[in-house]
């Protein structure tokens, strides 16, 4: 079986267990990120294990990549997988996929200075494909995965964010 193949069949597989019983696909991911040392970050979900920092010249010890590389690592991924995913299941034959993430920011809103955004200002995301298959055929494509990719979803609409706190003092909760 060829990745494609595998692709396909996995898909296909995940549409009919979410299908046929109610609750499957529905959950909560837990990702924890402890800090280490400084601004060093541990960041865990299941088996695997990140790290996560800031350069030196912003107090960090420079020993992974900072939050906002995981963050446009995270839509790119997302995006690319999904133009895979969906090739796949179409039928559509990808010989080279590359997602570029471009995203506008202002550090002066990060560091409180002006009046600025913390945040981006603009994300943009260039799509390089090479395929042998009619361009309305892979625009198709990526029109569908477009439509379905939760980290698009994600950048585009508001979702709900929640804050708990639990505070410690001598190692017990209050």
Do not use: H
Request: net charge negative.
């Amino acid at each position: 079986m060829n990745q494609s193949e595998k692709i396909k069949t996995a898909f296909e597989r995940q549409v009919r267990v979410v299908q046929l019983r109610e609750g499957m696909g529905i959950g909560t991911a837990v990702t924890k990120v402890s800090v280490e040392k400084g601004l060093t970050c541990n960041i865990t979900d299941g088996d695997w294990n990140l790290t996560a920092d800031m350069n030196e010249s912003w107090g960090g010890n420079n020993e992974g990549p900072n939050p906002g590389m995981f963050g446009r690592g995270a839509l790119g991924t997302c995006i690319a997988m999904g133009y895979m995913r969906w090739a796949a299941i179409m039928n559509i034959q990808i010989d080279e996929l590359e997602v570029e993430i471009q995203a506008d920011y202002n550090t002066r809103g990060e560091l409180g200075v002006g009046n600025y955004n913390p945040g981006y200002d603009k994300v943009k995301y260039i799509v390089n494909i090479a395929s042998p298959s009619p361009k309305k055929d892979v625009e198709k494509m990526i029109n569908k995965s477009d439509e379905l990719s939760s980290y698009i979803d994600l950048f585009t609409r508001p979702i709900k964010l929640e804050r708990e706190i639990n505070y410690k003092i001598n190692q017990e909760v209050i």
